[in-house]
């Protein structure tokens, strides 16, 4: 069993392939998992894995956006890396079979939004909702523009190739702020993105929408919305 001097992927406990971390004593530990370890399949821990796979995929895709990955602070602790935390709160909320349930795409509620939605089609995905208005407390002198981020979260694939889980990142471009016309932004899909969507049965998009300021820093998030 070998300590870890360098924490890269900061407290890491559990099994990853054959590499097993392990916390004793403040201290983190990695070793080779035995030989003889034989996979529980057992219907609980089966769900556990899928729930755990479905977490790990989307905290990845959230983490892969700096936009977002910036909105999660970093723990004080630094018990927990950005990511960690990310999988730590999406495993309880999202289902790891047919994705029921509400995933978060920001550490904690942000701000709700007037009729918001958000519509998956074929080849986009679009997010609308009414006029900002003045009681969010935006201040239109430092959030000049606005963002819309999330994923599309895509499960049970109808083939034997493709992945049980595919998540796509989704972004636009800044566009200018105002607190007085009602919000419609279209995310286009490119043709493998297309590709990808037609071979699952089950898919959602989860999307938020964040203001920014002059040198596109996230000032506000809003709740998550899911089509």
Known sequence: MARLLTQILGVMSGSVGDIVFHRRGGK???SAKPSGYTPRLDAASVARK???KTAVEIAK???DLPILKAVWPVDS???LSKFQKMV????KLVS???LTGQPTLTPDFGFEMTTPAVALTADSVTFSAGQLGVNLGINTSIEKFYSVAGILVMKNPTDLLSKDITVIKLITNQANLDLITDISVTIPLSGIDQQFLAKYTVKR???AFLTL???GNVVKHSATYGS
């Open 50 to 52: 899928k729930q755990f």
């Open 96 to 98: 790891g079979e047919d």
């Open 61 to 63: 895709n959230i983490n």
């Open 28 to 30: 983190s530990y990695v």
């Open 88 to 91: 730590s709160v999406n495993y």
């Open 213 to 215: 300021d002059d040198n």
């Open 205 to 207: 998009a989860f999307l």
């Open 77 to 79: 602790t630094k018990q």
